[in-house]
Each structure stands twice: as C-alpha cells, then as structure tokens.
C-alpha cells in the first residue's frame, strides 16, 4: 500500500482544521492539538488504480502566540497552503509560509487552498497576485470547509502531484 | 377537630385527647391558637361557663403548649425518643436517606475529631484496623504464597531445574528468575514507524485489542518524539524510550531510519527491550536502503510484520537472543582468565625461580639452604663466596625481575677447585705467563717464571684456604727456558773446514771464538740449574774419500775444536770429541754446498734435566 504524510499550513484560523475534519473519516481528539502541536488524520483514496492512505498533519500554530514546529513537516510528501479568502494578510502569510517550507525541506508538491469560498461577498483575493501565482504554476483553489466546495478536489489534485 | 367532638370531663377521659395533641401536625395545633386567645381576653357569664367547664383542660393545653414551645423541655423529650425514633426509621426499611441526611454531619464530626484530637478515633478504630490490616497482609501474603507455590512446583521439576541453572549463570536469585517467568504481561501492540514521515511500515497487534488507526497512532507517537525532542533539547539520535499510563506502557526503541514501539499491559521484563533492539537493528540490516530512501510504498516491508508478531508474542526466555546474559559469560570467563592467568603466571613464575635456583646451586661458590615465597617475594637464602659469580646476574640473564628476588648469603670459603683456582690467582698473583689450574685441591701452575718466584710459590700457596698441595711439573723457570734455547741455538751451529783438512780458517776462528763464549755462559746457567752440562763435539766429513779416512779427518776435526776451545777457557773435563765420518751426515749431499756442511763440527749439549 501507498502511504503519503501531508501537512496542512496556513496562518491561524483560515480554516485548516475545518477542511481536514470535511475531508477525512478518522481524526483524533482536538484535545493533541495544543499540548503537540499536531493532529493526525487519515484518509484512504483511490488514486492510479490503488490504494493510497493519506495521512494529515495538521500543524497547530503560525499565530502571535505559538510558533509551529517545523519538524513535524519533516517527511512530507506534500502539504496543503490554506490561505482565508477573506482577510488579505493571510495571504502573504501564506507566500511567507511556502517559501520558509522550501527553506526547511526543499520543494514539495502543493496547493494552494483559498478558503471560506462560501463567504462570498467577502471575497478580497487580488486578481494581480492571482494571476502571477498561476504563472509560478500554482494550483489555486476557492474552497470552502463549509460547504464542502473544492475540497475533495483540492486533496485529490494535491495526490495527483505527489503520486506524478 | 376530634378534639371538641370527644367524651367531656375530667381525669381518665383527657389522657386519649392528650395523646392525640401529642401526635398531631403543626396545622392541627395552629388552629388551636384563636380559641386560646379567646378565653384569656374573655370575660361574660359564657366565658365564665366554659372557664368552668373547660379551665382543666385549658390549663392541661396552656402546660403542653408552654412544654412545646420551651427548646430545653423539647430537647428533654426529643431525647428521650430519638434513638427509638431512628431505629424505628431503620426498621421501616428507608435506610439511605437518613444516611444521606447523617453522612454530611457525619463526616464532619469525624474530621473534627481527628483534628482535635488523632489519637480519640484511633484509640476508636484500633480494634477494626487491626483486623482490616491482617486481611490485608494476609491477601498480600497469599498472593505471595501463589508466587513461592509456583516455586516450590518448579523447584522439583525440569524446569525448576532449568531456572536454577539460569540463576546460577545470570547471578539472579532463583526467585527472581521463577518471577520472571511468571510475569504477567501482554504485548498488545508492536508498530514499526518510519522515523522522518511518521508512517508506520508494520503493526502487529493481539487478537480483541481496540486500536486506532495505524497510521493515526505512528503519526502521533513520531509527533510526540518531536515534541518531546524539541521542548527537551535531547541529543540527536535520541528519543523517547517509554510512556507509562497506568498499567499499560509503551516501550519506543530508536533506530535510524525508523523506530519500533510495543505496546505492553502488564510488567515487561527488561529481555523484552533487547528483543525490541534486536528486531530494529535486523530490520535496519535487511531494509537499510529502502528505508532511507522510502516513499511512502510500504509493499517492501510487507514481511515486517511477522517480525513484529514474533516480538509481539514475546515471552521471557532463559536465554534472551541478544548478547543477553552473554556479559555475564564473558564477564566470568574474563575472571576466569585473570584467575587462571595470574595463577599460571605465578606457577611459571615460581617455576623460574626454582629453575634459577637449580641454576645456583650448580654455581661453584654458592649453596643454597632454602627457598621459596615469603610476603610475595621469592627469598633464597644460603652461603655465597666472595669470589663466586654475581646471583643478581643470573636473575638479570634469566629475564626475572629483581624487585621479586631477595638474596640472603652467609660469607664462606669455597672449596670448589674452581673457586680456589681464583683465590689462588687473586692471592698468589701468577705473572704473565703463568697459568694456575687446580685439580683436588692441588694447584698446579703452568707457564714459565722466574726461579726466585716459583721457589717462594710453594710457601705462599698453601697459605692459600683450600689448596693442600702444589704441583710445579707444568712451571718452568724462566732461566731452563732460557738455558734451553741457548742448547737449541749451540746445537745449531755448524763450524766447516776446507776440503780433507782439519784447519781452521780465520773466519771459522771467529766464529768459534764466539761459540766458546755461548758455551761458557750455558755451563754457567746449567750449573745454576744444577743440571751441570758437557759438550760433545763431533767431527764430520764428506762422502767422498775412503772410510778409514774419513774416521780419522773426522777424529783430527773435532779435537782440533776442543783444543780450541780449551785454548778460549773452556773445561776440557767438560768437552768430549767423537769422529763420526760419514755416520751422522749434516745434510744430504746433493749438491756441493750442502757437501761442505758436511766437512764440518757440530755440537751437543748433554746435561741431566734434558730429555
Ligand atoms: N464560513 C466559513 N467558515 C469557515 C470555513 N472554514 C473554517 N471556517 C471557520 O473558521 C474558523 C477557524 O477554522 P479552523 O478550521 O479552526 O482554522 P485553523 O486555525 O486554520 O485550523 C472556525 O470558526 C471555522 O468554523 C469556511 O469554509 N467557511
Ligand atoms: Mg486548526
């Protein structure tokens, strides 16, 4: 069986939880969250004509008041850039998020997640920066954790990079 | 209302009414009040009447009610039931609230109690303790009991004999090891986890054991081998080795590329931590590549997992597989050694010593009376002559270490031959020339010296410890030797006459002028040797002319030279002249120099001492 670790990153309360709890079916008690710094989730997909067990970390941390420990992204195979369509600093801090990953482990396959699409009259993403990120050949998604919109997608294209 | 409606009157007729009161509810004696109240502020003829009518009663009422509403009358009556009361409560089968109701008061009671005072409600307790502290022990000792049960069964059997063994190699108590093997453990779990994704690459779980996920408790168990790295700063390489949650431990052991981490119930014994570590480190020899360079295709690790069943099912054996006990072994075998060593090592060692002292007791000059070790020293005691060898250099040659040696020698004469043969040579001061040799205690010197020396020799050398005789055949004086080769050289000498003549030339006169004063001074030494010489002179001639001749030339030769020589001084009773002709030719006569050899005189010295 195919196993792949994939970290969820992204600024404090864009969503990263909230999407990996829509994604997955098992997930273990917000109660690790804070004392490890980490919660583990596992989804099993189809990918290639076999089996392949997504394990999620989602990394607690990256606000003012808990730095998150870059070990964790430590073998990965991909990782998941969560991004809170609706406050623009969360934005940057997701550029800031994929360059300082690049430093620590070198370049793994993501994408990149917009979230709380369902928010839509919030919607503030500059259609610039938009448009040079797709030239840097990011995946960019509008999802919502909500709703459900563009989530699976998300993981499935996330997969698709690593597996390719 | 029963109370208006009853029998009026006095004495006998109230008790009934009175024990009504008693019993009533509070409403009952409330509605009593107004009435009360009536009668005190009444006072028509109506009044008067009732007053009449009811004043007993009345007064009976205004008793109870002043009993009722005083606390201490109440306290007095309730007191006097209470008890009843409770039990009757008990009796009706309503236990718990009354306990419920008790409990607080209770407690409180008995924490203020131990606060006054501990020793009260121990005083109170004592006789239940004791008791509740026997059945404890007694639990504790019988689970003991099952324990040295299970003993005493092995004790008799094969494997009892097996475990005693066992104590016997590892240096536990037989207790101990039956302990051991009676633990009560169950490996639950056995993960292997791939140290930087924190995937697990095989699981081995017990039958009917609840889990989570896999990959959820690998994940978690390597996020908190981070966190636990990261917030302790521990070393590289370094991680968490156990967690502990009531009865249920998990053992981690740290590999390289991965680590392995057994969830056990129960008490584990420590055998099973090495077959942890001896599993790892086989995965890590037979998976080394493909675990560093894992991508998350666990399909070459499929086989893992009978490795982590068969570490799942572990029990505690003797004989653990890895290097186990085997300290122990080496341990034992490395004192056996030195045990061993250090005994062989004193074994040769006193061999040596004892070949040494062999070794000394040939030596002239030393007798050994005793040996052998004294305060971890070897000690050889005995007599040594100041003259015989050196001992510290036989321990030197022997490659022994002096500091081990102790000498004790007593100061003697030697009676060794070879021994007085140097005491003689330090005593006697033998001159170039001479040698001494003792044989039996007879010295015998050798060699040629003066004659004054050798005639004193015989005195001096038996002042000498140990020489009894002198032997002076192989000494020879200087002035023999001397006397000797004058002999040689006069014999040697060769005076020739012309041919058929017995005249002398002038060369020849010279020449015997010179014989005659080497003859004088050899009659001179052979007389200080007194060993008086005489001189033959013997007259030769060539083989040419007839022999009747040649007898008389010869004769006619040899006188002429001792006529000569008794004209240069010599003794004529000493000098004898013998014509020998052609007898005793001086040389062969092959050519006509060697045929004038022979028309000649030649000498012989003849004296008693020579051979
Ligand atoms: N409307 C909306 N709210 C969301 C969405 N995703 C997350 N949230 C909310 O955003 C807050 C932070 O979400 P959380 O998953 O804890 O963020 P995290 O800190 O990135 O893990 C929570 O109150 C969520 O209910 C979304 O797609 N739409
Ligand atoms: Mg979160």
Redesign the interface.
């Known amino acids: 069986m195919l196993q792949k670790k994939i970290c969820m990153l992204g600024a404090f309360a864009v969503g990263k939880t909230s999407l990996v709890r829509r994604y997955v079916e098992s997930i273990y008690s917000d109660a690790y969250h804070t004392t490890v710094g980490v919660k583990i989730s596992k989804k099993v997909v189809q990918a290639n004509n076999s089996e392949v067990n997504l394990v999620l970390w989602d990394l607690y941390g990256e606000d003012d008041f808990q730095k998150m420990n870059w070990k964790h992204l430590q073998g990965a195979f991909g990782y998941l850039l969560v991004a809170d369509g609706t406050r623009p600093a969360t934005l940057d801090k997701a550029l800031a998020l994929e360059q300082k990953a690049r430093a620590e482990v070198g370049p793994l396959p993501f994408v990149f997640v917009v979230n709380k699409c369902d928010l839509v009259n919030d919607w503030q993403f500059d259609a610039a920066l938009e448009a040079q990120l797709v030239a840097k050949k990011w995946t960019i998604l509008r999802s919502s954790a909500k709703t459900g919109e563009s989530v699976e997608e998300a993981f499935s294209q996330l997969t698709g990079k690593m597996l390719g | 209302m029963d109370t208006f409606s009853g029998p009026v009157g006095c004495g006998p007729h109230f008790l009934p009414a009175r024990q009504i009161i008693m019993a009533d509810t509070p409403a009952t004696r409330r509605a009593l009040e107004p009435a009360e109240q009536a009668s005190a502020k009444g006072t028509g003829p109506f009044d008067e009447l009732r007053h009449l009518i009811l004043a007993p009663e009345q007064e009976a009422l205004d008793r109870l009610h002043q009993r009722v509403a005083d606390p201490e009358a109440r306290t007095e009556d309730v007191s006097s039931v209470v008890a009843e009361a409770i039990q009757l409560r008990r009796q009706q089968g309503d236990d718990e609230a009354l306990s419920h109701a008790l409990a607080p008061t209770i407690e409180t009671a008995l924490r203020e109690s131990v606060r006054k005072d501990p020793a009260t409600l121990a005083d109170a307790l004592f006789p239940v303790m004791g008791p509740a502290i026997r059945k404890s022990i007694l639990e504790t000792l019988r689970s003991f009991l099952d324990s040295f049960n299970e003993i005493m069964d092995q004790s008799f059997s094969w494997q009892g004999l097996k475990s005693r063994f066992e104590a016997l190699r590892t240096g536990r108590s037989f207790t101990e090891v039956v302990l051991l093997h009676s633990l009560v453990f169950r490996v639950e779990q056995v993960f292997l986890i791939?140290?930087?994704?924190?995937?697990?690459l095989g699981h081995a779980i017990a039958p009917s054991v609840a889990t989570?996920?896999p990959?959820?408790v690998s994940?978690?168990l390597s996020?908190?081998q981070?966190?636990v790295?990261?917030s302790f700063h521990t070393a590289e390489g370094q991680g968490l080795g156990r967690m502990n949650v009531g009865d249920l431990d998990v053992w981690v052991e740290q590999g390289p590329y991965a680590i392995i981490a057994a969830v056990i119930r129960g008490i584990a014994p420590r055998a099973l931590r090495d077959t942890l570590a001896e599993t790892l480190e086989n995965i890590h020899r037979q998976y080394g590549l493909q675990l560093e360079r894992f991508?998350?295709?666990?399909?070459p690790f499929a086989a893992i997992d009978g490795d982590l069943a068969r570490c799942r099912e572990f029990r505690y054996k003797e004989e653990p597989r890895r290097k186990g006990r085997g300290y122990v072994w080496a341990a034992a075998a490395i004192v056996l050694l030195l045990v061993g060593g250090w005994a062989g090592w004193r074994w040769w060692q006193d061999h040596r010593w004892s070949q040494l002292v062999e070794t000394l007791r040939d030596q002239p000059g030393l007798v050994i009376t005793s040996f052998g070790r004294e305060h971890g020293r070897f000690v050889i005691r005995g007599l040594r002559d100041r003259l015989a060898a050196d001992p510290i250099q036989f321990v030197k040659n022997a490659g022994l270490s002096i500091k081990r040696g102790e000498f004790h020698w007593g100061a003697y004469y030697a009676l060794d031959d070879a021994i007085i043969q140097q005491r003689a040579i330090a005593q006697l001061l033998p001159p170039p020339g001479v040698t001494f040799l003792v044989e039996d205690g007879v010295l015998r010197p050798q060699g040629s010296a003066s004659s004054t020396w050798a005639s004193d020799l015989v005195r001096r050398a038996l002042l000498v410890p140990g020489i009894r005789a002198v032997n002076l055949a192989g000494l020879h004086r200087n002035e023999q030797t001397a006397f000797d080769k004058a002999k040689s050289d006069i014999q040697s000498l060769v005076v020739t006459f012309p041919i058929a003549s017995a005249a002398l030339s002038p060369s020849q006169m010279a020449a015997l002028r010179a014989i005659a004063l080497r003859l004088k001074s050899l009659f001179a030494s052979a007389d200080d040797l007194q060993q008086p010489a005489t001189l033959e002179v013997i007259g030769h001639c060539d083989s040419t002319g007839a022999e009747t001749t040649n007898v008389f030339l010869s004769q006619r030769r040899a006188d002429r030279v001792v006529w000569q020589l008794g004209q240069l001084g010599l003794p004529g009773t000493r000098l004898h002249a013998k014509g020998a002709a052609t007898n005793e030719p001086v040389r062969k006569e092959d050519s006509e120099e060697n045929r004038q050899y022979n028309r000649s005189v030649t000498f012989r010295v003849t004296s008693p001492g020579a051979n």
């Open positions: 791939h140290k930087k994704t924190g995937l697990p989570q996920d990959s959820l994940g978690m996020a908190i981070d966190f790295r990261d991508d998350g295709n666990t399909a």
